[in-house]
């Protein structure tokens, strides 16, 4: 069973950091897709970024490119979101996804994700 979980959330002020972990277990990463999403409060998950893990290739939505950075350790099987220069509407839950087909895309929607983790909570204080 491939399940995905991560880490890494909590508290933080305005300017501050967060590295989130997705760590996959059930099955290798070395040819996926993963992507992280964010759910705030009260609104639609969205995505923020995608790698393609065969090869590294990143995508990012323009609300977090140059602060946010997906990035990879196969030997750890785990997907990072480095986020920095946060502000208070970055707060939401904060989700993995993966699939193990070719096209891999922020534009892609929530379906298009068959494995999920759990969540974690993410705050940004003013």
């Known amino acids: 069973q491939i399940r995905l979980q991560e880490s890494g959330g909590g508290s933080v002020q305005a300017g501050g950091s967060l590295r989130l972990s997705c760590k996959v277990s059930?099955?290798?990463?070395?040819?996926?897709?993963v992507g992280w999403w964010r759910q705030p409060p009260e609104k639609e998950r969205e995505a923020l970024a995608t790698?393609?893990?065969?090869?590294?290739?990143?995508r990012y939505v323009d609300s977090v490119k140059g602060r946010f950075t997906i990035s990879q350790d196969h030997s750890k099987n785990t997907v990072y979101l480095e986020m920095q220069s946060m502000n208070p509407e970055d707060t939401g839950m904060y989700y993995c996804?993966?699939?193990?087909?070719?096209?891999?895309?922020?534009?892609?929607?929530?379906?298009?994700?068959?494995?999920w983790g759990q969540g974690t909570q993410v705050t940004v204080s003013s």
């Open positions: 996804a993966a699939k193990w087909t070719r096209t891999c895309s922020v534009l892609l929607g929530p379906i298009d994700f068959p494995t």
């Open positions: 790698i393609w893990t065969a090869d590294g290739t990143a």
């Open positions: 059930g099955t290798s990463i070395s040819r996926g897709c």
